[in-house]
């Protein structure tokens, strides 16, 4: 691409006086590289052939760049990083005259497509939580036996409360009524609300608070402690979920927001009302909760292809 051409000045404008990370310089530069091979130049294409592509972009052949990144397999998110560095680019030729005008400035990016929270289906999720309750039961040393029971604990209390990571670390014995069969939550913005639990889970709060909990040193009055018996860190609680469901190979993602997502679809699955599911999770505004229900129409499409006829077949010879 020629040392002391464009790119390369480009590249000493983005470290030195843009400051940009190493990363992020090299981002820009694969994204430019890319452009130019769609464009039919070689990656060891001449200075001069690189200037004269450059120059001849007008607006039409900047939008028809958009359809050559969608071709080649870019998704739309992908698609409007890499215009931004060819805007970036031309900004940057503009400013120094070697260009007349930034033909990307105007062009539309494909709309990225909102992504839909991650789950794990709610039957392989107790299944697999029921399944460590059991392995605890039937381990043979005191240690596996309340270190799986830990395991499934925290599992099944994330699951059945939907509580983000940060205030179930947070939890504090004083927000328990298990009289009432209710945890009291205080989540973003100082803001409190109110978690109904079952019989299920209370019997489990009781073990937990009477048998497993151990604090060591001075109680912080935190209800989940760690198995060291120190309040609960985000990092720990991420390793427990992960060790807990890893498994399910099934599911990429698994970490505690996991079964918050999963809490939600589960709800909804089974019929729940969408304000009644806002109020438990916690949220600002129905609009967030809503994405939710794009997850479920996603579980019963999976469901309706069960179906004997929902499936084209063959006319018969």
């Given at each position: ?81 890499r215009l ?52 605890a039961r ?52 100082d803001k ?126």
């Open positions: 691409m020629g040392k002391g051409g464009w790119l390369a000045q480009y590249e000493s404008y983005l470290r030195l006086e843009k400051g940009h990370s190493p990363r992020t310089v090299g981002s820009y530069l694969d994204d430019l590289r890319l452009w130019l091979l769609l464009e039919g130049l070689s990656p060891d294409a001449k200075e001069a052939e690189i200037e004269d592509l450059v120059r001849s972009v007008d607006n039409r052949t900047a939008r028809k760049s958009v359809l050559k990144f969608m071709e080649h397999g870019d998704t739309p998110r992908s698609v409007r990083r931004s560095a060819l805007r970036s680019f031309y900004t940057y030729l503009l400013k120094r005259g070697e260009v007349e005008l930034n033909p990307f400035h105007a062009v539309q990016a494909p709309k990225a497509g909102k992504e839909l929270p991650s789950f794990v289906n709610a039957r392989a999720l107790s299944a697999r939580i029921d399944e460590i309750y059991r392995d039937d381990a043979d040393r005191a240690e596996d036996q309340t270190h799986l029971w830990f395991l499934a604990f925290v599992t099944d209390l994330l699951f059945q409360t939907g509580m983000r990571s940060q205030e179930v670390c947070d939890l504090r014995l004083e927000a328990l009524d298990l009289l009432g069969l209710r945890i009291k939550v205080r989540g973003k913005g409190e609300r109110i978690i109904p639990i079952g019989p299920f889970l209370k019997e489990k709060i009781a073990h937990y608070l009477a048998d497993v909990r151990t604090p060591k040193g001075e109680d912080s009055g935190r209800f989940l402690l760690s198995e060291k018996g120190r309040p609960m860190a985000h990092s720990t609680l991420y390793r427990i979920v992960k060790e807990a469901l890893a498994p399910l190979d099934q599911y990429s993602h698994k970490s505690p927001h996991i079964l918050r997502h999963s809490f939600a679809t589960a709800l909804l699955n089974d019929g729940a009302d969408l304000m009644s599911v806002k109020e438990l999770l916690g949220h600002e505004s129905v609009s967030t909760t809503s994405i939710y229900t794009h997850t479920t129409f996603e579980e019963l499409r999976k469901n309706y292809q069960a179906h004997p006829r929902s499936k084209p077949k063959k006319d018969p010879e």
